[in-house]
């Protein structure tokens, strides 16, 4: 092949390459809006390191550290006391009730996720799930079924789409300041999201099993049970460890609405102007964030390793 | 002699069933300890009354202002609500593109594939080393602290700026696009990289050119559902002064303008699930071809 | 440009306990085309592997081109490296890659970082028409620009030889290249490797299963069985029954495979 016919060669295999114009426009669409932010945005950065803003932060820093530590020499005794009764005072309470909010809310989620998840789920919520079974199914029949499946998909979105800290905001409003409002707006949100991602794996179980079962007469809630439960479990597990992790996250940050509760203290700490207090709750609350990494890392783990 | 050994009964419970046993006592536990009554689910006087209120405006949204006192030429409020809006994108795509840097470069540090595909030995071998602990550390730090708490965090260093909000968001979705980076780049199949090696390729050219074009797709559609949670991130940041969607809903919400406060969350909605739509598509996209 | 040449030396190769290759004498002059045979676990793979430095023998010495590859530094054996292709038995490509630049990836032992940076996201013409050729001569050219997943196993391996090619070798070790293709494309593929070899005087060493087709390609047959050189010798001096030997194995050392 002469250098010039390999050219011309060249050119049309690479005009006629395959192309995804969706990737290619969304990956493009999505740098633009990226690097776009900056210019349109007009965020006021110039004045972020002005003299007055430093003068702030120093201050802060000055701030920071524990109360009856300022002006004074560092002494680990005071230190440790001064830690101490924070931890007595506030820290411990609130780290329990922090976690037991994410625990309470991660365990209703994952209740009110599985009837959703089976409703959502077009495999199952069919008027012939797995196999066609005796008189076919009237249109009337199937439009209900396929209502059914959007109405719940539809709600999933909706409880999903709302952050955690909208919900617990207009529960706080109605429910007043009980841990009702922090657990609901974590259940409804998380629901929202293992519903989806519970319905997805529904969906993707091999029909093998739960159509056999059918074909023995087994009726929709027998094959939940029997078919789909077993296959099931393990990645329902491994997603609600995976969700519990992120609640543990909100639920730190939830109480600054004034629910009692690791978020609480740390807002009470910030009104006050007590610097020393604010920051040793927020890396209270990292520990504890950490810790559930660690706990959720290790449960899946353990879970993986029994399937 | 002994009889032949039967196989061991399996135990009635196993791990996983026992796992969703443990569960559901700790869920009862936590109800337990957190003092919570199933009549407290249900308002008070004044709770109903605002919940009465608020719900029943749930299919009447607001289309203008319900501001007592209207100022003339005001912007229809639909208007209000795609500004403020147009701001939640504004500051999460800012911030994502900081956490975006953030997360390549410390992702690339923490994987560890560094260090298995070179064979760097002695003093090599512990710089990289360091780096890659420091780099967890970092990570682990960023991630653990929640972007509302980097945000008041900012917020009382420095006061009330722009860059406190886009680094109180791309700390932490930093943090968290480096962990999932590197876990995906050190779970791609490595044979390509290992017969680059084989072939005199240093490890940096085999990381940059064999493992990490293997894990784009995945890190691509990751990024892109981290976007969307940096949209709700955003819209709540408002809650906290800064321009965005969280701080009309709230300014609404606490002047009783119900009906406004159905449009700003039906806006928000309408934002999260058009995102919703747009990477959903994209990763099947990505992933499945 | 002269074939490779490689030399074992009392090579013995252990995982853990278990002898992949027991003390292993071979010598492969420059641009011999050696076709090496055995059952599976017989230690075809870690042969070619020692080969090019990827696998170190627990005692004996691996010489190429007269050099000692445990004497070598670090940089020099990768030097080494880029100049033996390797065509691996699962071919080891980039799958959602295309083709070009699977290719193109050949070279990296030879480019900088930012070389390689430019080579491969936006490769100068001459570079490209190199690649063309090799494709072409391989027999794939059409699929220049696909994404290399797309591909038929054939076609696939096509792409791996092109990628190995592209390395200008002056060895090239290939791993049973034909086990997945039907009898046809394998002897295709036989004969496209040895008449490369031929051509452009390279040292070339697979292995296969094919006996047949390696006593038709090529002019030398290595036998393994379990770790040791059980025949050596031109193809035509090769008796038939000593194949049936080689493969006729017992059921203790099928138990004992991969162990
Ligand atoms: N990395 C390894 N770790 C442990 N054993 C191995 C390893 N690689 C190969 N082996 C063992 O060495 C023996 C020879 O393997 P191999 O060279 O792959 O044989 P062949 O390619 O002829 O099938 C086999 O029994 C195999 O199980
Ligand atoms: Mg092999």
């Not at chain 1, 990737?23 to 002005?50: C, E, I, N, T």
């Not at chain 1, 009730?97 to 409703?119: D, E, K, M, N, Q």
């Not at chain 1, 709600?155 to 007043?176: K, N």
Request: aromatic content about 8%; glycine content about 10%.
């Amino acid at each position: 092949m002469s250098g010039a016919g390999r050219d011309l060669e060249i050119d049309r295999l690479r005009r006629a390459r395959p192309r995804d114009r969706f990737v290619r426009r969304s990956l493009f669409a999505f740098g633009a809006l990226l690097v776009g932010a900056w210019l349109v945005g007009g965020f006021d950065l110039g004045d972020a390191f002005s003299e007055q803003r430093l003068r702030n932060v120093d201050r802060f820093l000055g701030e920071i550290r524990p109360y009856p530590l300022q002006g004074e020499a560092w002494d680990h005794g005071v230190f440790l006391e001064w830690a101490r009764g924070l931890w007595v005072e506030k820290g411990a309470l609130a780290v329990g009730r922090t976690l037991g909010i994410a625990v309470l809310a991660i365990v209703l989620a994952a209740l009110l996720a599985l009837p959703f998840s089976l409703a959502a789920a077009r495999t199952v919520a069919t008027p012939e799930p797995y196999v066609p079974s005796g008189r076919p199914p009237t249109r009337w029949n199937r439009w209900a079924w396929r209502g059914l499946v959007g109405v719940t998909r539809t709600g999933l979105v909706f409880l999903r789409a709302l952050p955690e800290y909208v919900w617990a905001y207009l529960a706080l409003a109605i429910l007043g300041p009980t841990a009702w409002p922090a657990v609901l707006a974590l259940a409804l949100h998380n629901t929202g999201i293992l519903g989806r991602l519970y319905a997805e794996t529904v969906e993707n179980v091999p029909t093998g099993v739960p159509a056999a079962l059918r074909g023995l007469g087994a009726g929709r809630t027998q094959v939940a049970a029997a078919a789909l439960g077993p296959a099931l479990l393990p990645r329902l597990l491994l997603f609600f460890f995976y969700r519990w992790e992120t609640c543990v996250r909100e639920a730190t940050v939830l109480g600054m609405l004034g629910v009692v509760s690791l978020g609480y203290h740390i807002a009470d700490a910030r009104v006050r102007g007590r610097h020393d207090e604010f920051v040793f709750l927020v890396l209270l609350g990292a520990a504890i964030v950490l810790a559930g990494d660690l706990v959720s890392t290790w449960a899946r783990g353990l879970v993986r390793r029994a399937s | 002699m002994t009889a032949p050994e039967l196989p061991r009964r399996p135990p009635a419970v196993g791990v996983r069933g026992l796992t969703l046993l443990l569960l559901l006592v700790a869920g009862a536990l936590s109800y337990e300890g957190l003092g919570l009554t199933a009549a407290g689910l249900w308002p008070n006087e004044g709770g109903l009354a605002v919940a009465r209120e608020f719900f029943g405006r749930a299919l009447t949204p607001a289309w203008t202002s319900e501001a007592r006192f209207v100022p003339p030429g005001t912007p229809p409020l639909l208007l209000d609500a795609l500004g403020a809006a147009g701001r939640t994108v504004l500051y999460a795509a800012a911030a994502m593109s900081l956490a975006l840097v953030i997360g390549v470069v410390l992702g690339f540090l923490a994987s560890s594939s560094w260090w298995t595909l070179g064979e760097r030995r002695g003093i090599g071998r512990t710089v990289t080393g360091a780096l890659w602990f420091v780099a967890r550390a970092v990570i682990a730090a960023m991630r653990s602290i929640h972007e509302l708490l980097w945000a008041v965090l900012l917020l009382a260093a420095m006061g009330l700026s722009d860059l406190a909000a886009l680094v109180a968001i791309a700390l932490p979705y930093g943090g968290t696009l480096a962990k999932i980076f590197s876990e995906l780049i050190d779970e791609a199949p490595r044979d390509a990289g290992e017969a680059l090696r084989g072939a005199g390729a240093p490890a940096l050219s085999v990381f940059t050119f064999a493992l990490v074009p293997r894990a784009a797709p995945d890190m691509i559609a990751y990024t892109f559902y981290r976007f969307e949670c940096a949209l709700r991130s955003s819209a709540v940041l408002g809650f906290f002064g800064f321009p965005t969607l969280g701080l009309e809903l709230r300014q609404s919400f606490r002047s009783t303008n119900y009906g406004e406060v159905w449009t700003y969350l039906y806006v928000l909605i309408a934002l999260v699930i058009v995102f919703d739509w747009w990477s959903g598509r994209l990763r099947r996209r990505l992933v499945t071809t | 440009m002269t074939g490779a040449s490689f030399g074992l030396e009392g090579v013995s190769v252990r995982f853990d306990a278990f002898p992949a290759l027991s003390d292993v004498d071979l010598r492969i002059d420059a641009g011999e085309a050696v076709a090496l045979v055995g059952p599976s676990g017989s230690g075809k793979t870690t042969l070619l592997r020692l080969l090019n430095g990827t696998v170190r023998p627990s005692a004996g010495a691996v010489r190429v081109d007269g050099e000692r590859l445990d004497e070598v530094s670090r940089r020099r054996l990768r030097d080494i490296r880029s100049r033996l292709g390797f065509v691996p038995q699962d071919l080891a490509l980039v799958p959602n890659l295309r083709v070009v630049q699977n290719v193109l990836s050949g070279r990296l032992g030879r480019w900088s970082f930012l070389g390689a940076a430019r080579a491969l996201l936006a490769p100068p013409r001459a570079l490209v028409r190199e690649v063309h050729a090799l494709l072409d001569r391989v027999g794939v050219a059409e699929k220049l620009y696909q994404r290399t997943d797309r591909l038929s196993g054939g076609q696939r391996q096509r792409v791996a030889v092109a990628r190995a090619l592209f390395q200008e070798p002056s060895g090239l070790l290939a791993d049973e290249p034909v086990s997945s293709v039907d009898p046809a494309r394998a002897r295709d593929t036989v004969r496209l490797l040895t008449e490369l070899s031929s051509e452009r005087r390279i040292t070339l060493v697979m292995s296969l299963h094919n006996l047949e087709l390696a006593r038709a390609a090529f002019p030398r047959l290595v036998g393994l069985r379990r770790g040791r050189v059980v025949f050596d010798a031109p193809s035509d001096d090769v008796p038939a029954g000593a194949f049936e030997a080689l493969y006729d194995l017992t059921t203790e050392e099928l138990l004992g495979d991969g162990a």
